[in-house]
Nanobody
């Protein structure tokens, strides 16, 4: 059974940092893209960041320069370092994996809550 399990969410003050981690099990994702999405209360889930298997990364404009995605293929994990957090970053953050780009994500985690207080 394939599972993606996120961890590292929590409550932080504006300007602070958090590091999210996603551990995959049940298969390896070395040839897959892995990424992060988020869903704020009352809003649709949106793209945050992706890292392709070749190491190429891409970020939503709203997080560019503040968030960094990284992968450890040996550990089958993907992390999201979030710095200079803003209240508008408050959301449930989801880890995902797929065979191609952003629209191909077909494995999802259960989400982890990130709350940024002003």
């Amino acid at each position: 059974q394939v599972q993606l399990v996120e961890s590292g969410g929590g409550l932080v003050q504006a300007g602070g940092s958090l590091r999210l981690s996603c551990a995959a099990s049940g298969r390896t994702f070395n040839s897959y893209s892995m990424g992060w999405f988020r869903q704020a209360p009352g809003k649709e889930r949106v793209f945050v960041s992706i890292r392709w298997s070749d190491g190429t990364t891409y970020y939503a404009n709203s997080v560019k320069g503040r968030f960094t995605i990284s992968r450890d293929h040996a550990k089958n994990t993907v992390d999201l370092q979030m710095n200079s957090l803003k209240p508008e970053d408050t959301a449930v953050y989801y880890c995902a994996a797929g065979p191609g780009g952003i629209s191909t994500m077909n494995y999802w985690g259960q989400g982890t809550q990130v709350t940024v207080s002003s």
